[in-house]
């Protein structure tokens, strides 16, 4: 069997993928730890690989790892109360690549029962991902994260993800698909798999122009395939100009949607839309209009919104609250803007409460609208 360069080297965009998975990673930690309610944590990576490959670059169980012995010793244990456990599944259909990872979890040290248990698995990714959804429904007090990084596309169904949405609403999903493989099969003679994926998605090949197309013509038909009781976005990785891959994220809570959109805006500060290999090159989305935000609102804003409504629909729209924000405090400097109390009690000028605690609390505590 002949072995992919992805296989045994991580490579750039991979790195930069990992890197995703890592900074999120550690702010779930932090707010589930946090909650006072989740006595179990599980993470779940269903193509793990090895772990750690020959240019020396470490993979997605082994920094998972780093991150749950992190979140140990800075947080769990100084804390000194009782805290979530932090159950690993790695899993991976070559157990070649589980005994390299086996042995690197011994030599280095990176996992304590302390932690929570260590579970290496050999399956193929058709059978656990049938398994999980049912694991999942026995769950008590307990949430998940599931990682699916394929070596291509032709198993993954979105049906797969809604199960693990669904089964108990306290799950997360973080799905790479390789984009520029799947839309140059979409536009020319598509493998029956890649077909019946598109059409669950409502993708229809004779609209798609460009890779980019693609990207939010499958966020929105993953969206409409899960539901607006759930969350999805998307973080491209852009090697070459033919040579893109794309991370989805589903979410079945708004609080973790809106930190992993955090972790998008952290590594890309300027579009919070994606990375590219050179980084002297100009930005990965130059020739696309990719900042609508103030086009959304101004549309949105059409009629009465709340707080929390304005909240919600800065995050489904891939921006962050000071975004809208900075946005709503130029309206409202133009006196363009209208802003009230359901009371009519007096309002602090500039404050929109654009938060997931008034989000939560105090939904209603602000009526916007354009003059």
């Known amino acids: 069997m002949i072995t992919k360069k992805s296989q045994v080297n991580l490579l750039n965009h991979s790195e930069a993928k990992v890197q995703l998975f ?12 946090n909650d006072g309610y989740t006595k179990s944590i599980h993470i779940i990576d269903l193509f793990c ?16 790892l780093k991150k749950i012995k992190q979140t140990f010793y800075q947080f769990i244990k100084r804390r000194q109360t009782k805290s ?13 690549r589980i005994e390299i990872l086996d042995k690197h979890i011994k030599e280095n040290k990176l996992h304590n029962s302390n932690y929570g248990t260590l579970n290496l698995i050999n399956k193929d990714y058709t059978e656990i991902i049938n398994e999980l959804p049912v694991r999942f429904k026995g769950f008590k007090e307990s949430k998940a994260f599931v990682f699916i990084d394929p070596f291509g596309y032709k198993d993954v169904k979105a049906e797969h993800i809604l199960n693990l949405l669904d089964c108990n609403k306290k799950s997360e999903v973080l799905l790479w698909l390789p984009i520029q493989f799947m839309y140059r099969f979409s536009k020319n003679g598509t493998p029956d798999v890649l077909e019946s994926f598109n059409s669950q998605l409502g993708i229809k090949k004779e609209e798609l122009k460009n890779e980019w ?14 539901g607006n009781n759930y969350f999805v976005d998307s973080f491209s990785l852009k090697k ?13 809570h708004i609080r973790g949607y809106e930190k992993m959109l955090e972790t998008k805006w952290e590594i890309d500060s300027e579009q919070g839309r994606g990375w590219k290999y050179n980084s ?12 609508k935000l103030e086009d959304f609102l101004l549309d949105f804003l059409k009629i009465n919104r709340t707080n ?23 309206l409202q400097t133009e006196n363009r803007l209208e802003v009230k109390k359901e009371d009519n009690s007096k309002i602090r000028r500039g404050a929109f409460y654009l938060n997931y605690k008034d989000y939560k609390n105090d939904f209603s505590k602000l009526i916007i609208k354009l003059k």
């Open 280 to 291: 002297h090159q100009s930005s990965l989305f130059s020739d696309l209009e990719t900042n």
């Open 308 to 330: 929390g409504e304005v909240f919600e629909f800065t995050l489904r729209k891939g921006f962050l609250p000071k975004h809208s924000t900075q946005i709503l405090k130029n």
């Open 49 to 64: 690989g090895p772990g750690v490959y020959d240019d020396g670059g470490e993979g997605s169980p082994v920094i998972a």
């Open 213 to 226: 197309e693609y990207i939010s013509t499958l966020k929105e038909g993953f969206q409409n395939f899960i």
């Open 84 to 96: 979530p456990k932090i159950h690993c599944h790695f899993n991976d259909i070559d157990q070649s």
């Open 22 to 33: 890592g900074d999120y990673i550690q702010k779930y930690l932090n707010i589930i730890c």
């Open 240 to 252: 070459e100009e033919n040579t893109i891959f794309c991370l989805f994220f589903f979410s079945s």
